[in-house]
């Protein structure tokens, strides 16, 4: 982790560090300094049950109020036991949040629900999913989502739907170029 903050972080970025167990718990406010992220990550250890939802809710509200682009890469190794968010109500709140989330699944078990509920976060906000057996993958993980992140555009339109529901509205983006892939959120609320 310290050396994906290392890889992205430049001065003109900031990055927050949030850390779970049974709950989740802000060890980096938002900095650029590398050093102030190392300590958020001083001392981490695996221990307790685990709070996925709740915790993905929490960094995400924790985005609030932050303008530009927005990314959040989650790390995780488990099934969610203490969350009091429900996975419906967390994949609606990713959905409205407007932050690409990145998920790295380690060493999941192949008939593990996780995963798939992994795949949707990233779909459905933008961002990607990986898994890896083993955390020595993880270098290259960080350098794929450090580039992606450094190559987005913000495109924007105005849409011709003048209904006035409040009902998700789908995004599709096409790209005539071949061998060139678009990643976007799978929609909006108006």
Same mark, same amino acid.
């Given at each position: 982790?310290?050396?994906?903050? $290392? &890889?992205?972080?430049?001065?003109?970025?900031?990055?927050? +560090?949030?850390?779970?167990?049974?709950?989740?718990?802000? @060890?980096?406010? =938002?900095?650029?300094?590398?050093?102030?992220?190392?300590?958020?990550?001083?001392?981490?250890?695996?221990? /307790? %049950? @685990?709070?996925?939802?709740?915790?993905?809710?929490?960094?995400?509200?924790?985005?609030?109020?932050?303008?530009?682009?927005?990314?959040?890469?989650? +790390?995780?190794?488990?099934?969610? $036991?203490?969350?009091?968010?429900?996975?419906?109500?967390?994949?609606?709140?990713? /959905? /409205?949040?407007?932050?690409?989330?990145?998920?790295?699944?380690?060493?999941?078990?192949?008939?593990?629900?996780?995963?798939?509920?992994?795949?949707?976060?990233? &779909? $459905?906000?933008? %961002? /990607?999913?990986?898994?890896?057996?083993?955390?020595?993958?993880?270098?290259?993980?960080? $350098?794929?989502?450090?580039?992606e992140l450094r190559s987005r555009y913000f495109l924007a339109y105005q849409s011709s739907n003048t209904t006035e529901d409040e009902e998700f509205r789908f995004?599709?983006?096409?790209?005539?170029?071949?061998?060139?892939?678009?990643? @976007?959120?799978? %929609?909006? =609320?108006?």
């Amino acid at each position: 982790a310290l050396s994906f903050f $290392e &890889q992205a972080v430049t001065p003109k970025d900031r990055a927050a +560090l949030v850390t779970f167990h049974d709950h989740p718990n802000l @060890t980096s406010k =938002y900095s650029n300094s590398i050093a102030k992220l190392a300590g958020g990550l001083a001392g981490l250890k695996a221990e /307790r %049950g @685990t709070a996925l939802y709740d915790s993905l809710v929490f960094a995400l509200y924790y985005f609030n109020g932050n303008k530009g682009p927005r990314a959040l890469v989650l +790390l995780y190794d488990g099934q969610d $036991e203490h969350s009091n968010f429900s996975w419906e109500d967390t994949l609606e709140y990713a /959905r /409205r949040a407007g932050v690409a989330i990145y998920t790295i699944g380690l060493n999941l078990p192949r008939k593990q629900d996780v995963r798939r509920k992994l795949e949707q976060l990233a &779909q $459905e906000t933008g %961002g /990607r999913r990986f898994l890896v057996e083993d955390a020595s993958e993880l270098p290259s993980i960080y $350098e794929t989502i450090q580039k992606e992140l450094r190559s987005r555009y913000f495109l924007a339109y105005q849409s011709s739907n003048t209904t006035e529901d409040e009902e998700f509205r789908f995004i599709d983006v096409k790209i005539s170029r071949s061998g060139v892939d678009a990643k @976007t959120m799978r %929609g909006y =609320y108006p």
